[in-house]
């Protein structure tokens, strides 16, 4: 086209740099995304070769860790899939698993992934692999696994999410089938400290309501335990023998200290 703002004389050129920088942004994304796509494909074929699978019912496993794989198609044409290898990779989402509802096993360790939404569409799962990830938010990942009644082995160390306050004791509350938890059994010690716990939530209500709010009602995993320096008393000041000699200047702390000394029987008397 020629012309010089529509009249002759000079050549216009069409420069694709003279686009929206957000429209150049969203093409190369989907650019990137397709390449992406195409990688995980051609692995997945690759496997299926390596295997001698002809057909998608056949297929009951496959390995697909250690494939710098960003992204990876949709695996819902493998009905039967009860394996699936994927770690070790550059994952940030697990949106591909929507409809395997056989899988029993996923391994999606030391990856990127930061949400673990689709999940709940694998009541079947009995392992899951996801530490060595960016998981941050322990409260949608509760969320998101609590119908897993048939999960019995977790791992989710090396999140960020592990940093939160009674991490451990948060996760076996409210997914209580879980057996394993990163890589250490659930003992009988820790679901009896759960329970403590989470009871001691409710006396800080009643005492709450007794003391008129002074007493702070409120338990966020995500807090820190508040930890007051401790005094001790004279050491002429006579204690009986199983009585910790500790004085506590937060009585919220000494409560919570009790309430875990306390065995099962009497805390349950007590309830």
Not at 55 to 81: G, P, Y
Not at 87 to 99: D, E, P, V
Not at 102 to 107: D, G, I
Not at 238 to 260: G, H
Request: aromatic letters at 8%.
């Amino acid at each position: 086209m020629t012309g010089d703002a529509g009249g002759p004389g000079v050549l216009m050129t069409w420069d694709p740099n003279h686009l929206p920088r957000a429209f150049r942004h969203e093409k190369g994304s989907a650019r990137a995304s397709a390449a992406a796509l195409e990688i995980s494909r051609r692995a997945v074929e690759d496997q299926l070769k390596i295997c001698g699978h002809k057909r998608d019912a056949d297929v009951f496993e496959l390995f697909l860790s250690q494939k710098e794989l960003t992204e990876v198609i949709d695996l819902s044409r493998f009905k039967k899939l009860k394996y699936l290898w994927l770690h070790h990779n550059k994952l940030h989402g697990i949106t591909f698993l929507t409809r395997n509802c056989c899988l029993t096993e996923l391994y999606l360790n030391n990856n990127a992934i930061f949400e673990i939404e689709g999940l709940r569409y694998l009541p079947s799962l009995h392992i899951l692999q996801l530490h060595h990830n960016e998981l941050t938010n322990i409260d949608a990942a509760v969320k998101e696994l609590k119908g897993m009644l048939n999960l019995k082995t977790l791992s989710l160390y090396q999140n960020p999410l592990c940093q939160y306050n009674l991490y451990r004791l948060y996760i076996i509350y409210h997914l209580p089938a879980v057996e394993l938890l990163d890589r250490n059994q659930v003992t009988e010690k820790e679901r009896r400290s759960m329970i403590t716990i989470f009871n001691h939530k409710k006396a800080h209500i009643v005492q709450s309501i007794a003391f008129q709010g002074k007493v702070d009602a409120s338990w966020d995993p995500r807090s820190p335990f508040k930890q007051n320096p401790a005094q001790r008393v004279p050491s002429d000041f006579a204690f009986a023998n199983n009585v910790d000699k500790t004085v506590l200047e937060d009585p919220e702390d000494a409560v919570f200290v009790r309430s875990m000394k306390r065995s099962a029987m009497a805390f349950t008397s007590l309830n």
